[in-house]
């Protein structure tokens, strides 16, 4: 009996040692993540920014992954040039959203990427439960919000509403334009960058390939 107590205290102690390693690892990242310094005078290559907003405070999945796409007939340049962008919520004492607006149901992102054709068509959920093996994975998908990327240019793509509460044929992705807003945030997230510069595209749209 007394050995089966150590063990469990052992494995607990384990397990525990093993989410805040994996936690620590994503507040690190994002609290040393080099400032942009984009300046559209001296770059070739462009800059997009927008916004990733919750329903709710409590968080769902341990990451999510929201996927920038490369519109290419070159699978090598689709590779290169398509990036994840990762949205990390706070979760050593409870699951909940730490972005940089409402209340930290919102966070800001700005990529800089090659001129050409964009889209953002898919959401990666993670979900990490201590083991490797109880690690899940899952994806949203059959959506598209496509945009450009031109040289020298800081472009709104828009602000992303992802649902993860979602039920009963409710759509876990909608759209809307919230340019003065994310711009006024992110010049303080981001303050070496000419957002004077910034472009708002409001012609930028979201479709569904298929039912969500």
């Not at 907003?53 to 968080?59: D, G, L, N």
């Not at 953002?120 to 919000?145: A, C, D, E």
């Not at 040289?151 to 340019?179: C, D, H, T």
């Amino acid at each position: 009996m007394k050995t089966a107590s150590k063990t469990k205290s052992f494995t607990s102690t384990f397990r525990i040692l093993f989410l805040c390693a994996f936690i620590s690892c994503g507040i690190l990242s994002k609290a040393t993540a080099q400032k942009l310094t984009f300046n559209p005078k001296t770059t070739a290559n462009g800059l997009i920014f927008g916004s990733f907003t919750f329903p709710k405070e409590k968080a769902r999945f341990n990451g999510y992954y929201m996927l920038i796409s490369y519109k290419s007939t070159d699978p090598k340049l689709v590779r290169k040039y398509s990036k994840e962008v990762h949205f990390i919520p706070a979760q050593i004492t409870r699951m909940r959203h730490k972005g940089d607006l409402d209340g930290g149901l919102t966070y800001l992102f700005a990529v800089e990427k090659p001129e050409g054709e964009y889209a953002i068509t898919n959401i990666r959920l993670f979900s990490n439960s201590g083991f490797q093996v109880l690690q899940k994975t899952s994806n949203i998908n059959g959506f598209t919000i496509p945009f450009k990327v031109n040289k020298g240019e800081i472009q709104y793509i828009g602000n992303i509403l992802f649902n993860e509460y979602a039920e009963n044929g409710e759509p876990f992705v909608s759209y809307q334009n919230n340019f003065e807003k994310d711009l006024a945030g992110i010049r303080v997230e981001e303050p070496y960058v000419f957002w004077d510069a910034a472009k708002n595209d409001d012609t930028i749209k979201l479709s569904f390939d298929k039912a969500l």
